[in-house]
């Protein structure tokens, strides 16, 4: 795992969600984004994408199964709990109320959050394909060819 360096197409000021596209709850979270980040403060990369493939290989993550959203802002990564912190408090009022729970220990808010995410396609179903952007919402998206 290399975290001295930016991770690919990552910029230092760049602010990215990466999230399971098949994944309808993911969907759900990166339409929530889309809808709530009026400022434009976050870029969304699918797992599945040639950009999210690099970016997990970057930090040592696997490629082909995903158990937790990822955050990535510069060089640093967030995982689980503490990636939807980070974005629900750069959403400003009221999202970031939401951090309230923060004070709850790590790994009791981590074991939840893995309770959500590794039954997340039984819970909330799965798409059979990866989800295009609309195109008044393709520049929300991490994309290298653009």
Same mark, same amino acid.
């Given at each position: 795992?290399? %975290?001295?360096?930016?991770? $690919? ?38 797992? &599945?994408?040639?950009? @999210? &493939? ?5 930090? @040592?993550? $696997?490629?082909?199964?995903?158990? %937790?959203?990822?955050?990535?802002? @510069?060089? &640093?990564?967030? &995982? ?11 959403? @400003? ?11 709850? $220990?790590? $790994? ?22 990866? %989800? ?15």
């Amino acid at each position: 795992m290399n %975290t001295d360096k930016l991770p $690919p197409y990552i910029s230092a000021s760049d602010r990215v969600i990466l999230f399971d596209d098949v994944c309808k709850l993911c969907n759900a979270w990166s339409n929530f984004i889309i809808k709530h980040d009026k400022h434009r403060l976050f870029k969304l990369c699918s797992v &599945q994408s040639e950009e @999210g &493939q690099a970016i997990l290989l970057h930090f @040592g993550l $696997p490629i082909d199964s995903y158990e %937790t959203m990822l955050y990535v802002e @510069g060089n &640093q990564s967030f &995982q689980k709990s503490d990636a939807f912190f980070q974005v629900m408090t750069k959403l @400003g009022f009221p999202w970031k109320m939401a951090c309230i729970f923060n004070v709850i $220990p790590r $790994p009791v808010r981590d074991w939840m959050y893995d309770r959500i995410a590794l039954n997340r396609y039984s819970l909330f179903g799965k798409y059979d394909y990866c %989800t295009l952007p609309s195109p008044d919402h393709k520049t929300r998206f991490l994309n290298a060819k653009l």
